[in-house]
C-alpha cells in the first residue's frame, strides 16, 4: 500500500481468497485492504497515538440516517457525554480533497453536530472547528488533542 502522510504505524495483515485484510482493532475483525481502508486505518491510530484519544471514544463506519437517507461515516470520536466531538471523512489517495469533500461532511454535521471535523485522503488532512452560529467552519492547523 501507499505510504500515506502519517507516522508509521504497524498493522497485522492476513490472505483471504486471494484478498489482503488487515485487523480494525475499533471493529475487532479483518476487513478487506483498500486504499480508502489503508487511510482510515491511519486515522484511527493517528487518533490512538498521537492525539491520545481513548479506544472506547472511536467508532467507525457505521451508519447513521440524515433527512430519510441511509450514509454512513468513516471515523467518530464522542465527548464522554455521548455527543459527537469530532467526525472524520477518509478518501482514497486518489481522490483530491475539494469543496464536494467539505460539502459532504457539513450536510452530515448538520445532524451530527461535532465540534470538530477532519478530511483527508492520508496525503492531505484538513481539520475545521464548526461555528454553528454562523453556520460555517473554520479551518484549523490541527485537531485538539485529548484532554
Keep these: 500500500m501507499q505510504k500515506l502522510n502519517f507516522p ?8 483471504s481468497e486471494n484478498k489482503t485484510l488487515v485487523f480494525d482493532e475499533i471493529r475487532k475483525k479483518f476487513v478487506v ?5 489503508w ?22 463506519e ?13 471515523v467518530v470520536v464522542f465527548n464522554n457525554d455521548g455527543s459527537m ?5 477518509c478518501k482514497a489517495p486518489s481522490i483530491p ?12 454535521n ?5 465540534e470538530y471535523l477532519m478530511v483527508t485522503n492520508g496525503l492531505e488532512h484538513y481539520f475545521c472547528q464548526m461555528d454553528f452560529e454562523s453556520e460555517r467552519y473554520v479551518f484549523l492547523k490541527d485537531i485538539p488533542d485529548y484532554k
Excluded: C, G, M, W
Excluded at 466531538?85 to 471523512?89: A, D, K, Q
Design 8 to 15: 508509521e504505524y504497524s498493522f497485522r495483515f492476513k490472505s
Design 33 to 37: 485492504l483498500t486504499p480508502e481502508e
Design 39 to 60: 487511510v482510515r486505518l491511519h486515522v484511527v491510530q493517528f487518533l490512538l497515538k498521537e492525539k491520545n484519544y481513548p479506544k472506547s471514544l472511536i467508532n467507525v
Design 62 to 74: 457505521k451508519q447513521l440516517k440524515l433527512n430519510n437517507t441511509v450514509k454512513r461515516y468513516d
Design 85 to 89: 466531538f469530532l467526525i472524520v471523512e
Design 97 to 108: 480533497i475539494n469543496q464536494i469533500t467539505f460539502d459532504q461532511i457539513a450536510r452530515y
Design 110 to 114: 448538520l445532524a451530527l453536530k461535532s
